[in-house]
């Protein structure tokens, strides 16, 4: 059972404008959460990430959004650019609670940065 | 030197072979993880060790036997593997494998079972 779902496969985007990708998850008990990117070829890289005690996050052109009552956080990259164009994974973990670091992962959003 | 290194890139092998997958950091990190990743699905944690011992297995059958023979390698031996276990295999590492440490991955093994 899928505890962490991306219920959008792909999204495009114009250069210069907002990309929004969300994040669903059904395990209460998460408490940490993190958006990685992942190009062809390589492994997924870190993005940014966002303790349960917090609602937002901000790093540059990333911010994430995080609403523990609906159970949903979202990536918001402003200005999207070109290079942003990757497959994104949102992941969770119950971490901060258990001390483990396993990581939930959704099956990903490809984003397309149109120039 | 953010760098986790995979060998090999690709690797196909028959049922009855066996084969070992190479995962390598320097980043003096402590936690290595192994994931699985099938197509159009997410990554799967399979063996995370940490200090170099066995911390977490999440009832990977016996055919994946992991090793961690010192703090910057990480391997997986395989043995006797099925078709549905190809996959692409994630070698990850993190600082003390505690909770908020950033995971760093590899670009993983892609792994065709015939």
């Known amino acids: 059972d899928q505890q962490v779902k991306q219920n959008s496969p792909s999204l495009s985007v114009q250069e210069g404008r907002i990309s929004i990708l969300n994040c669903d998850y059904t395990?209460?008990?998460?408490?940490?959460f993190l958006w990685y990117k992942k190009y062809p070829a390589e492994g997924p890289t870190f993005l940014i990430s966002?303790?349960?005690?917090?609602d937002k996050n901000e790093d540059g052109r990333f911010t994430v959004f995080l609403n523990k009552s609906a159970k949903h956080l979202s990536l918001h990259i402003v200005p999207s650019q070109p290079g942003d164009s990757a497959v994104y994974f949102c992941a969770a973990s119950e971490g901060l609670r258990t001390g483990a670091n396993n990581l939930f992962f959704g099956t990903g959003t490809r984003l397309t940065v149109i120039p | 030197d953010t760098e986790v290194t995979q060998t090999p890139k690709h690797l196909v092998m028959g049922m009855t072979n066996k084969k070992s997958l190479k995962c390598e950091q320097h980043?003096?990190?402590?936690?290595m993880y192994w994931y699985k990743q099938k197509a159009k699905k997410p990554p799967e944690l399979m063996f995370v060790y940490s200090y170099e011992k066995l911390s977490i297995n999440e009832s990977v059958p016996s055919r994946f036997s992991p090793e961690c023979p010192n703090s910057s390698l990480l391997n997986l031996h395989l043995h006797a593997l099925q078709p549905e276990d190809s996959a692409l295999y994630l070698c990850?590492?993190?600082?003390?494998?505690?909770?908020?440490?950033?995971?760093?991955f590899g670009p993983g093994t892609r792994l065709t079972v015939l």
């Open positions: 990850a590492s993190s600082l003390r494998g505690l909770a908020g440490d950033t995971q760093y």
């Open positions: 395990n209460s008990m998460f408490d940490y």
């Open positions: 980043m003096g990190h402590r936690a």
């Open positions: 966002i303790s349960s005690i917090k």
